[in-house]
């Protein structure tokens, strides 16, 4: 599942006429995990860019509390779920919502939405203007890797 998640992300980029391959094995971006733990902030996140390219972003991610409420206006996101657990809030709306750089908001929680565990090899692709949220259960931990695509 991951194999061809990452191929739909390349071919992805392709299209954007991006003419470099970028390649990440199963075991580095499973070891990405260890690598930020210690670098985990105030916020409860670490995270470290992978890639830049013209109408994209890859990063990884790793949690160990709840994240902000999110709002891109401009982008989508899609995250591949390489450990841990977590729920995920889609929709409703951002409480206390401001802007926080151009296209960008958020809030510290969603009003309404719907709500889905995520776990280990699941992708999720949230359009933009969705409304999101991670909520990571107190004690655990959550490693994503991340694609944000410019509409």
Do not use: C
């Not at 390649?23 to 580095?28: F, L, Q, R």
């Not at 994240?67 to 982008?75: F, P, Q, R, V």
């Amino acid at each position: 599942m991951r194999a061809i998640a990452l191929l739909w992300l390349g071919f992805t980029a392709l299209l954007a006429a991006d003419t470099g391959v970028t390649y990440w094995s199963a075991a580095e971006l499973q070891g990405f995990e260890k690598k930020l733990a210690p670098k985990v902030n105030d916020q409860k996140v670490a995270t470290e860019i992978l890639g830049r390219y013209p109408n994209s972003l890859s990063m990884i991610a790793h949690r160990e509390g709840d994240g902000e409420a999110e709002l891109h206006e401009t982008m989508a996101d899609f995250f591949v779920v390489e450990s841990g657990e977590a729920t995920l809030v889609t929709g409703g709306e951002v409480v206390g919502a401001h802007t926080t750089q151009p296209h960008e908001i958020r809030g510290p929680s969603i009003k309404g939405g719907d709500r889905r565990k995520l776990g280990a090899g699941d992708i999720v692709r949230i359009p933009a203007g969705v409304p999101h949220q991670l909520l990571i259960e107190h004690g655990h931990q959550f490693t994503y890797f991340v694609v944000k695509v410019e509409k």
